[in-house]
């Protein structure tokens, strides 16, 4: 995890699954509460894998960032991950603007 200019960039890898879907949920949720950030960057470059309650977890830090007044994307997903958003049309959600 880094942070710049009020951004943090959480790097993700591995499988993102049920298994691991509350720990990341909880980092996602404490770095868009921190008060010096204002946005949060999740960059997917390195994970191989990822569920529909990985898909949950992405959608709960936006819609919790959004509640909190920060910003919130996904960058550099990882072919695996590209196909998952692209069919579920959350590449479209998650993508920076």
Do not use: C
Not at 9 to 21: K, P
Not at 49 to 78: C, M, Q, W, Y
């Amino acid at each position: 995890m880094t942070r710049e200019a009020g951004v943090s960039t959480i790097l993700l890898s591995g499988e993102l699954d049920l298994a691991s879907a509350s720990t990341v949920q909880a980092l996602l949720f404490e770095e868009v509460e921190s008060p010096d950030v204002t946005a949060v960057r999740v960059d997917l470059a390195e994970v191989g894998f990822l569920d529909s309650s990985a898909l949950g977890v992405l959608i709960s830090g936006l819609n919790h960032a959004h509640k909190e007044g920060r910003g919130f994307t996904v960058v550099n997903p990882s072919p695996a991950a590209q196909r998952l958003l692209a069919v579920t049309g959350l590449d479209e959600v998650l993508a920076p603007r």
